[in-house]
């Protein structure tokens, strides 16, 4: 088993920027992807980014490309979500996943493992 716990969220102005983190901890010696979704208030939960175990590959959405950024610290089992020039639309609780193998899937079944979620406000 695997257990992921987010932070760094909060309120923020559109224009700001925000990291968010997420630390892994139980079978963390796998080599897993881990990647971030996000769901708005009435919406349904969407994949924003992924990595791979090395951070050699990753994989974003097309509202986050260009102003996410993710990465990882495998030394510190830590996931990273650097969010720039954020914009009202990204408000949403975001979740940190992970998954066994290689593959930097983008639906929400290519994930095993489930954060409990982080809510990010960006206000107008």
């Known amino acids: 088993q695997v257990q992921l716990v987010e932070s760094g969220g909060g309120l923020v102005q559109a224009g700001d920027s925000l990291r968010v983190s997420c630390l892994a901890s139980g079978r963390t010696s796998s080599r897993l992807v881990m990647g971030w979704f996000r769901q708005a208030p009435g919406k349904e939960r969407e994949f924003v980014a992924a990595i791979s175990w090395g951070g050699m590959s990753t994989s974003y959405t097309d509202s986050a490309k260009g102003r996410f950024a993710i990465s990882r610290d495998n030394a510190k089992n830590t996931l990273y979500l650097q969010m720039n020039s954020l914009k009202p639309e990204d408000t949403a609780v975001y979740y940190c996943?992970?998954?066994?193998?290689?593959?930097?899937?983008?639906?929400?079944?290519?994930?095993?493992?489930w954060g409990q979620g982080i809510q990010v406000t960006v206000s107008s």
């Open positions: 996943v992970a998954a066994s193998g290689t593959r930097l899937g983008g639906r929400i079944g290519d994930y095993a493992y």
